[in-house]
Nanobody, 122 residues
């Protein structure tokens, strides 16, 4: 199993970035996918998640209305479109997979990508 996250970078407040996570080594369409982030000195938090069928999504309150998660089964890739970025969105972002239908069970995520740094300047 491999999850390769990319798309991070440095952006000014109010800007946008799109993160990608390319999955391989397993049946992508059978797993829910999530994006997590961790800022220095803070706990890891689940930012957004999507079920295998795209029938359900989850967003943390802090990103609701600004971030959009999507997935493309033909490309085995999950995306996180981040708009109206704020300095507090600065963190390392990780993608992960889960067998669970309930997307917020963090312990259900069993494989993680290497992370991609997002830095938002004020």
């Amino acid at each position: 199993v491999q999850l390769q996250a990319s798309g991070g970078g440095l952006v000014q407040a109010g800007g946008s970035l799109r993160l990608s996570c390319a999955a391989s080594g397993y049946t992508f369409s059978s797993y829910s996918m999530g994006w997590f982030r961790q800022a220095p000195g803070k706990e890891r938090e689940l930012v957004a998640a999507i079920t295998w069928s795209r029938s359900s999504t989850y967003y943390a309150d802090s990103v609701e209305g600004r971030f959009t998660i999507s997935r493309d089964s033909a490309k085995n890739t999950v995306y996180l479109q981040m708009n109206s970025l704020k300095p507090e969105d600065t963190a390392v972002y990780y993608c992960a997979r889960s067998r669970a239908v309930l997307l917020t069970i963090q312990s259900s995520y069993d494989y993680w990508g290497q992370g991609t740094q997002v830095t938002v300047s004020s």
